[in-house]
């Protein structure tokens, strides 16, 4: 009841947006260059409706215009109704552009279950006493694959061997400002290899001994305090990691850093432990003490004009938007305010709050 009134409200808020982006012909009016990059989509047969839900979005606030390819990647075979329906609805999206580059990939069973190293006995007692502890996810198995596979896994498949860059998209987001910029062209100009629109805390039963693990990786490697970029993330009074992360169903970044040679080794050191299964680690705060371990700060971008909502959260950039060609931006804090909130939707702004501020006390320090 909640989901349906709040997609009526989402349908209201983005119905103005779709209308300029069919008068665009891709490339050439977006300037000509593109970043050698991909639209990744992790998704179940099943999540169908909900990709639909997010590429009317995509499409029409971004994609439409620039046409950088979709990967849509699965740990079992896609379907023909999937693959055909977002093909349609791409095509459809551009008034008919027949051949959108779609492309759909299955995942080597090796990145999607148990290393050997796990002890599958120990980890299915440890999921039953972590969902009665109330850890969200913590008994659906294919939960701790999926974040493993995401934090470890995702950059090397084959269909992503020729990019340097990745968008990540989710089911069921919806996309609230037109974008009159290339984000990939700017990380990559800028010397960003990672970007963010959401900041959220953990949920910190879910984590409880990545902060041992994060010293153990700094003592093996002789760093002897949390970098600078880690320190966006720690705790200075408990000398640990403090929860706060990268909401990950959003993210652009570099698969050049992903793939590289000390990513790779940070990502060894933490599944080492078997705590992808034996706790729930996310690929959020997973791929955020990464950033805050192996990046330099100014490699780390807020996309603070990216305005976003996926399930019950929203980012509602306070930012100007350019206006005129693009059409104003369907966020408004404002509306937000009065109507989201009283349905329990938990507003930018109210939840994001100290986070935020966090970051900005940090950004101002270091970047
Ligand atoms: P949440 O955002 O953390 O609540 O988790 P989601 O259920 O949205 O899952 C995150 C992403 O992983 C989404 O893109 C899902 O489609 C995808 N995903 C989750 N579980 C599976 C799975 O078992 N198989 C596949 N192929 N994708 C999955
Ligand atoms: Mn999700």
Not at 2 to 18: A, T
Not at 108 to 123: G, I
Not at 228 to 254: A, C, K, V
Not at 296 to 310: Q, V
């Amino acid at each position: 009841n909640l989901y349906r009134h709040l997609e009526r409200k989402y349908q209201l808020l983005s119905s103005p947006l779709p209308a300029f982006a069919y008068e665009y012909g891709g490339v050439e009016a977006a300037g000509g260059e593109r970043a050698n990059a991909a639209i990744v989509v992790l998704a179940r047969n099943s999540d169908v409706d909900d990709v639909v839900h997010t590429l009317r979005t995509f499409e029409s606030t971004f994609n439409a215009r620039y046409r950088y390819p979709y990967v849509f990647l699965n740990d079992k075979p896609w379907t023909y109704e999937f693959r055909s329906r977002i093909t349609d609805f791409i095509s459809r999206k551009r008034g008919g552009d027949n051949k959108p580059d779609v492309r759909f990939g299955q995942i080597p069973a090796a990145h999607w279950s148990y290393p050997s190293h796990v002890n599958q006995t120990k980890a299915h007692q440890c999921m039953q006493a972590m969902k009665k502890a109330g850890v969200p996810y913590a008994a659906v198995e294919s939960y701790h694959h999926m974040c493993r596979f995401q934090s470890g896994f995702f950059y090397k498949h084959e269909l992503l061997r020729e990019f340097e860059w990745y968008w990540r998209l989710e089911p069921d987001v919806d996309y609230l400002c037109p974008l009159h910029y290339d984000p990939f062209q700017y990380m990559a100009t800028h010397g960003k290899r990672y970007g963010f629109n959401i900041l959220a805390p953990e949920f910190m039963a879910t984590i409880p001994s990545l902060t041992s693990t994060l010293k153990s990786y700094m003592s093996t490697h002789h760093i002897t305090s949390p970098p600078p970029t880690l320190q966006l993330m720690w705790n200075t009074t408990t000398d640990s990691y403090n929860g706060l992360h990268f909401w990950s169903n959003f993210e652009i970044g570099s698969l050049t850093w992903l793939r590289s040679s000390e990513y790779q080794r940070f990502f060894n050191h933490l599944d080492a432990t078997g705590n992808f299964y034996y706790e729930r680690w996310g690929d959020a705060p997973i791929h955020s003490v990464a950033a805050g371990m192996l990046l330099k700060p100014d490699e780390i971008h807020y996309f603070e004009e990216i305005g976003y909502r996926h399930g019950d959260r929203v980012h509602c950039p306070q930012v100007k938007q350019v206006e005129g060609v693009y059409g104003p931006c369907g966020c408004d804090l404002d509306r937000l305010k009065t109507t989201w909130v009283k349905w329990g939707v938990w507003a930018y702004k109210d939840h994001w709050g100290r986070e935020l501020e966090r970051w900005r006390e940090w950004a101002a320090k270091w970047q």
